[in-house]
């Protein structure tokens, strides 16, 4: 079974040490270990220019991030013309506002609805549209998200808080590298009056991989 601080970014599990900094030291994962010496190998060799991978990273974390999708899906909310043509052809659609580029090339669009509920996950790896959601989180790539989001996905939702009842169907959506997914979820109620801006600032990078809810109170709250 997973916990919920199996399925923590990065930024939340910080965030979680340093409220109880003094208490417990956590070492490193072998991931994280592994990921380091390579990158440290990698420097050391030449082949890569730490501040060229710092310049990377931080374009995708800040420039080409979360707040990308959540336009794309204020646009879909305020526009049903656009709505229709991301649900037909989201490349083109998503092109349309100038997000694209690494893996966004074939990108998929699938609509959350008061009796459907989507969840992406990636099996094999890790692939995901990163020119819509930036860097995916630490959890999306875990081996227990990968598992569970097939064989349990109504238990992976509960884990993230998200509880739906019995008579929403939920749809898993298998990320390759041909075809990444991006979810539309459902617009809140009382939003209508809310400015096309205004929207994407509810709009959360969990709620467009499907595993949080949007609410007027921002976030992507289950």
């Given amino acids: ?3 919920p601080q199996d399925l923590t970014d990065g930024h939340h599990s910080q965030d979680h040490a340093h409220h109880h900094e003094g208490e417990h030291q956590h ?3 072998d991931t994280a270990l592994r990921v380091k010496a390579l990158e440290s190998l990698l420097v ?5 220019d730490p501040a060229a991978l710092d310049a990377f990273i931080d374009y995708y974390e800040h420039e080409v991030g979360p707040r990308n999708g959540a336009k794309v899906v204020a646009r879909a909310w305020s526009d049903p013309a656009f709505r229709d043509w ?3 052809d989201a490349t083109a659609a998503v092109a349309s506002l100038g997000y694209c580029g690494r893996q966004g090339e074939h990108l998929v669009a699938v609509e959350n609805t008061a009796k459907r509920h989507n969840l992406v996950v990636c099996t094999l790896c890790s692939c995901y549209p990163w020119s819509v959601l930036g860097l995916p989180p630490v959890w999306y790539k875990s081996d227990a998200y990968r598992a569970k989001a097939v064989i349990d996905p109504r238990g ?3 884990d993230f808080g998200l509880e739906l009842d019995e008579d929403v169907e939920i749809q898993v959506w298998d990320s390759t590298a041909e075809i990444r997914y991006l979810v ?3 617009r809140p109620a ?3 009056a809310l400015s096309e801006e205004a929207l994407a600032d509810l709009v ?8 949080a809810k949007v609410s007027l109170s921002g976030g992507g709250q289950p």
């Fill in 156 to 158: 992976v939702l509960r």
């Fill in 27 to 29: 070492a490193p994962s």
């Fill in 190 to 192: 009382g939003s209508e």
């Fill in 204 to 211: 959360s990078r969990d709620a467009m991989i499907g595993t």
């Fill in 44 to 48: 050391e060799k030449g082949l890569v």
């Fill in 184 to 186: 539309i979820p459902e």
């Fill in 1 to 3: 079974m997973l916990v």
């Fill in 86 to 88: 991301l649900l037909k």
